[in-house]
DNA sequence: TCTGGGGTCCTAGGACCC
DNA sequence: TCTGGGGTCCTAGGACCC
């Protein structure tokens, strides 16, 4: 599978509490200060160096955070902004190499492997120009882990935060592994992790040093690649993906508290099948298959799915759909916490011819009303307009959780506000926003 | 981690075919 | 009617990630 025969330079690129830098960076008044995002949800899903100082981390409820630390910025996510500076880190990456894979919003993976000569510079100096010119030009940090695979780079980004720079070679494996956990190692989580404790090996330094034959006798084709990865032979490639084909696209909402009322629970579920349908159209995508999931007080989660007749992305040719599986899961008296639709085999919109059997006066008809429909979302915000029997899960009150249940037209678009300059930005890193919207 | 939301990939097992 | 072997496709569910 991986015949390199000399050491790769794998480069992985980690944001430093990557959101919560952002919204410091847009808005310098929050420098130095505690600040933490997920107002959204009630939870702390990033949290600056100062709130982490005060002993805030991820995962906490804001309630929990807030009275650890009474003066806490608390901020609502604003992924568009995020993604513009995920977007922009990328860039910086690639003014050194094309080989750049945008792993996740703030991680980015680079192959540097034989770029010394062309730069001047090794690897270390190369990969230090990145962080400085992030840095300079987005004021945000990231830190930084140099190594022979992308396993083993994951490793060292994580070993010096925030800003930091680890670089772990072949020589240096054993001691890097000593004092690492196996469940710390990416891609092995909390089962398999229990798994191979069972039989002893607890340490990533154990795990390398595991024969094949072990190793092949506990884990499957997953578990034997990261073996090979952290012992530095390399199975990933970083992956330079050109826009990603999208595989699915998934709503799921909570909603407090949990409910049995049947037309609430049905309304729920209506909301993500307009919310999901949306985001389809907007990746000019339609789904072959559509699935339904119902969430029970207790966490069970149900999913039931059905074939479409024909491709789409549209609520009203799906919601007769959506309701027949609903009907086959709803269960009566049983409480409910959150619901989904998630639409699969996705194939382009453009592709799509309608068959013989098809109507296609009626089809003209449903994309010429959701062309429409896309324009007013796109103008006064995805609250506008609905499915009519989604309509009771955006006014009732009756169930609402606050924060939690639509209706949040309130609040104008930030990216707007930003786009106007209302809000303060430092000499940033501008043209923040050409090009979007 | 008493529990958000959005993804990807892998595997086991059944159906169906030769 | 019983037996055998092997391939492919599909589905449900698990595990993991940020």
Request: glycine content about 6%; charged content about 25%; hydrophobic content about 40%.
């Amino acid at each position: 599978m991986f015949n390199q025969s000399w050491p790769r330079a794998i480069l992985l690129l980690d944001g430093d509490a990557f959101f919560a830098s952002c919204e410091q960076a847009v808005d310098p008044a929050l420098l130095g200060k505690p600040v933490v995002t997920g107002k959204e949800r009630n939870i702390v899903s990033a949290a600056s160096y100062e709130a982490r100082a005060l002993g805030i981390t991820r995962g906490v409820t804001l309630w929990d955070a807030k009275k650890r630390c009474p003066q806490l910025v608390v901020l609502p996510s604003d992924y568009e902004t995020y993604s513009i500076f995920s977007k922009r880190v990328f860039e910086i990456m690639r003014r050194y190499t094309p080989t750049v894979e945008e792993y996740s919003i703030d991680e980015g993976f680079a192959d540097l492997t034989g770029l010394r000569r062309l730069h001047h510079l090794n690897y270390r100096d190369i990969t230090k120009k990145m962080q400085l010119e992030i840095h300079k030009e987005l004021g945000i940090t990231v830190s930084a882990g140099l190594s022979i695979t992308k396993t083993l780079a994951k490793i060292a980004a994580k070993k010096q935060k925030p800003a930091g720079f680890t670089a772990i070679s072949g020589r240096d494996l054993p001691t890097a592994l000593s004092d690492l956990l196996v469940g710390d190692i990416w891609n092995i989580g909390p089962s398999t992790a229990e798994l191979l404790n069972r039989f002893g090996i607890k340490t990533a330094e154990q795990f390398a040093g595991a024969s094949l034959e072990q190793v092949g006798k506990i884990l499957t084709k997953p578990g034997v690649a990261v073996w090979n990865e952290i012992n530095g032979r390399m199975v990933y490639p970083v992956a330079v993906q050109q826009g990603a084909p999208v595989q699915s696209i998934s709503k799921m909402k909570t909603f407090t508290p949990p409910s049995n009322n049947k037309s609430y629970v049905y309304s729920q579920l209506m909301k993500n099948l307009d919310n999901a349908c949306a985001k389809a159209r907007r990746h000019l995508l339609l789904a072959k298959k559509i699935i339904i999931v119902l969430r029970k007080n207790d966490f069970r989660t149900y999913g039931l799915e059905a074939k479409l007749s024909r491709p789409s992305a549209f609520p009203l040719e799906l919601s007769s759909v959506v309701e027949e599986l609903f009907m086959k899961t709803y269960e009566k008296d049983i409480f409910y916490r959150a619901t989904g639709v998630l639409l699969v085999d996705l194939m382009g919109n453009t592709v799509f011819q309608p068959s013989l059997f098809d109507d296609t006066v009626k089809i003209e008809k449903i994309l010429f009303a959701y062309r429409a429909i896309d324009e007013l979302r796109e103008k006064y915000g995805k609250y506008v307009i609905c499915q009519g029997s989604a309509l009771s899960s955006v006014v009732s009150p009756a169930h609402s959780g606050g924060e939690n249940s639509g209706g949040r037209c309130a609040e104008p678009d930030r990216k707007k506000r930003l786009l106007k300059g209302e809000t303060k930005r430092r000499h940033l890193p501008l043209p923040l926003f050409r090009g979007t919207v």
